[in-house]
């Protein structure tokens, strides 16, 4: 074969083009690319749609808020029980995943303002008579591992908890009768309890949401330029109502 | 040594009395890992209780959890493993097929992967409570390369003893039990016991079935705690110790059989 090699004139020459892929938005003060890391496992919040993309109320919502604040966010799907640990080792610069603000999260990590407030409810096969959490006592209720959830259920004596890496394994474990009840936010019960198809005909949604909680962007601990960007974007957004928009988007 | 001429030295050892040069030593690997890992513990435990001591406190249930699933996990597969030993060298084609089919399917599918399906898949048509899946999916899996174990250690007695049993009036099966077996037993100790340790590790995957085992344990204590560190450290070095036990179990088993030398 006749040699294409490029040799080393291509090595030097991709090598200065990749110097300068890097160095450019430092030096052109183009937008700033912040990684953000997400368990698209949490409709309608966050999810993977059917081709392979990201997508939700919590990434529309951050994109709004890149736009205003001028930075470009770039996805990653993560599994939640890590996503923590992965944001203290800087594999990524932000969560934007649902996180409800809580004291003990506020000690190790840095919010953002709420963007909006949910609460926990509880999701029962149809069939059941129970009106709230404080009823399943002796059963087992499933949530998803290190959520206010999973710490709500923790809170009533005599239930015992059961944690799932997803919420879509717990839903499927009442389905096959293992579990007596799921706990997770409002939004995502109203999700697998009214509008999918297999659990619609299976599930209840009883009582009304039992927490007040807000969800906030996570940061690194001592990120205040960041944070200052996305509390930024976020009074923006919802200056121009855009977050209204959504909620009638994506919930209910 | 070899040479003829000369007598045969006789090694005497009489524990403490006398030590054979080997015993003498206080390290082996074995005492320096078990020691290790449970000295390390307990250091961390005692000069740093937040958050080591409430990670020692938070998981002891999840530590009797994997116990169980191991060991029931382990004697279902003895049993299935014997039978698709003996089921692989049987001359019935039905029954040889079948357990060929068997060890070829299980040994494609990963181990998660069947976890997963014998729990969510066969779920949905036969309810089975996590616990009994998280079992049956282990033993089902570790049955399929046990029976290999098993064939190998069978196919490892000469044919000259099963020609001698038949000549002495023995059944097949007779000859099978009452000789064959028992020798293949020293030989397939090593290997078997290789498993159960494997198991004992591989026990760690049910945790992604909610199942409360130590890894589980762990995991929820660091979701809501932040330590990722310090929790997984912890588990780590639970899981040494445990396997290290079991190991020096398997290995005073080999002794008492007399797996660990030279069959002749």
């Known amino acids: ?252 | 040594m070899g040479d003829p001429t000369e007598p045969p030295v006789i090694e005497v050892g009489d524990g403490a009395a006398i030590p054979l040069k080997r015993d003498i030593g206080l390290f082996s690997a074995w005492r320096v890992a078990f020691f290790g890992a449970i000295a390390a513990v307990t250091y961390l435990a005692i000069t740093r209780p937040d958050p080591y001591l409430r990670i020692l406190l938070f998981v002891p249930d999840g530590i009797l959890v994997t116990f169980e699933v191991t060991v029931a996990a382990i004697l279902l597969a003895l049993v299935i493993g014997l039978f698709t030993g003996l089921g692989r060298l049987a001359k019935n084609r039905l029954v040889n097929g079948v357990a060929s089919l068997y060890v070829e399917v299980i040994r494609g599918i990963p181990l998660l992967v069947q976890i997963f399906y014998i729990y969510y898949a066969l779920g949905r048509i036969v309810r089975i409570p996590d616990l009994y899946s998280a079992v049956i999916a282990m033993a089902i899996c570790y049955g399929a390369y046990m029976g290999e174990i098993f064939r190998a250690g069978i196919q490892s007695i000469p044919r000259g003893q099963t020609e001698a049993a038949r000549s002495l009036g023995m059944t097949q099966t007779q000859a099978m039990t009452h000789v064959i077996i028992p020798q293949a037993f020293r030989v397939v100790l090593p290997p078997i016991g290789n498993e159960f340790i494997a198991l004992l590790k591989d026990s760690s995957l049910v945790s992604i079935l909610a199942v409360s085992d130590l890894l589980r344990r762990g995991r929820e204590f660091a979701a809501e705690s932040f330590s990722y560190f310090e929790t997984y450290t912890v588990i780590a070095l639970i899981y040494l110790a445990l396997t290290l036990f079991f190991s020096k179990l398997i290995g005073l088993l080999e002794e008492r059989f007399g797996a660990d030398k030279r069959a002749a």
Not at chain 1, 60 to 80: I, Q, R
Not at chain 1, 199 to 208: D, M, N, P, R, S
């Open chain 1, 1 to 252: 074969m006749r040699g294409h090699s490029f040799g080393p004139l291509a090595t030097v020459l991709a090598g200065l083009c990749l110097a300068a892929a890097l160095a450019g938005p430092a030096f052109a003060g183009a937008a700033r690319t912040v990684t953000v890391a997400t368990d698209a496992t949490w409709p309608p919040m966050e999810m993977v749609d059917a081709s392979k993309k990201i997508v939700g109320f919590d990434i529309d919502y951050l994109t709004a808020v890149a736009k205003e604040a001028g930075f470009t966010p770039s996805f990653k799907n993560t599994a939640w029980d890590g996503i923590f640990a992965g944001l203290a080792a800087g594999r990524y610069d932000m969560i934007a995943s649902s996180v409800t603000i809580t004291e003990e999260r506020k000690k190790q990590y840095d919010f953002s303002d709420p963007y909006i407030n949910v609460g926990q409810i509880l999701v029962v096969p149809k069939a059941d008579a129970v009106k709230a959490l404080a009823g399943l006592k002796g059963k087992k209720v499933g949530a998803q591992i290190g959520t206010t959830g999973a710490m709500e259920v923790k809170k009533i004596e005599g239930v015992e908890l059961k944690t799932y890496d997803e919420i879509g394994l717990a839903f499927e474990d009442m389905a096959a009768g293992r579990i007596a009840g799921v706990v997770c936010d409002e939004p995502t019960a109203a999700h697998y309890a009214l509008q999918r198809t297999e659990y619609k005909a299976k599930f209840k949604i009883v009582g009304e949401p039992f927490t007040q909680e807000s969800y906030g962007f996570v940061v690194k601990k001592g990120d205040q330029e960041l944070v200052d960007l996305l509390n930024k974007g976020i009074k923006a957004v919802k200056a121009k109502k855009i977050d209204e928009q959504l909620r009638k988007k994506w919930l209910r």
